[in-house]
Each structure stands twice: as structure tokens, then as C-alpha cells.
Nanobody
């Protein structure tokens, strides 16, 4: 098990950028996948992006592809989500999560460890 703490959220105008950080209390090098999810008020939690254990493979939801970039540094036990060209529809609480085993990387049920979330608000 690993403790995850997100930071970097805030209020930004449409078209702006934010960089979210997920700091792990333990070693994440062995974690199969790290992911970012988001949840808007009244909506289900949805997949945003994921990155393989080595960092060589990345995966994105269609809604954020080409705008968001996920990265990780296992030596620093940290994962980032760079968000560019933000839109009001990106407004949500963003969560970092860790997956130790296989299964669908876009399925939140496959992730066992979660952070507390960080609020991202994009104004029009």
C-alpha cells in the first residue's frame, strides 16, 4: 500500500494550464500503473490518463488526448499530469491512483490506492 497526495489544482481561465503533482509516501517503482481520474459534481468518476510502471507507455481518455500529458519519476516517487488548453468541461476533483495488478487501466475498480483529490476549476 502507498499513500498518495495530490497538489497543484486551482482556478484557471479557459485556455490556461495547470500541472498536478502526485507524491507517494512509498516506493512506486514496483506499481504496475499509476493513473489520474476526475470527478465532476453529480458525475461518475472517470478515467483521465495512466502510465505504465516504467513510464514508457501512456494512455489517455479521448477527451484529454493531445491536451494532457502524464509522466512519472520513479526515483522521486512522483507522478505528474500536465494539463494544457484547459476547458470549463475539465472542471472536477482530480485523483491520483495506484494499480498493483493487471486489468483495465481505465477501470477505477482496478486501483487500490487513492489520494484525497485536488480541485481544478476552469472558468470560461
Amino acid at each position: 500500500q502507498v499513500q498518495l497526495v495530490e497538489s497543484g489544482g486551482g482556478l484557471v481561465q479557459a485556455g490556461g494550464s495547470l500541472r498536478l503533482t502526485c507524491a507517494a509516501s512509498g516506493v512506486i517503482a514496483g506499481i504496475y500503473t499509476m493513473g489520474w481520474f476526475r470527478q465532476a459534481p453529480g458525475e461518475e468518476r472517470e478515467f483521465v490518463a495512466a502510465i505504465s510502471g516504467s513510464g514508457e507507455r501512456t494512455f489517455y481518455a479521448d477527451a484529454v488526448k493531445a491536451r494532457f500529458t502524464i509522466s512519472r519519476d520513479n526515483t522521486r516517487d512522483t507522478v505528474w499530469l500536465q494539463m494544457n488548453s484547459l476547458e470549463p468541461e475539465d472542471t472536477a476533483v482530480y485523483y491520483c491512483a495506484a494499480r498493483w495488478n493487471g486489468g483495465s487501466r481505465s477501470d477505477s475498480n482496478q486501483y487500490s490506492d487513492w489520494g484525497q483529490g485536488t480541485q481544478v476549476t476552469v472558468s470560461s
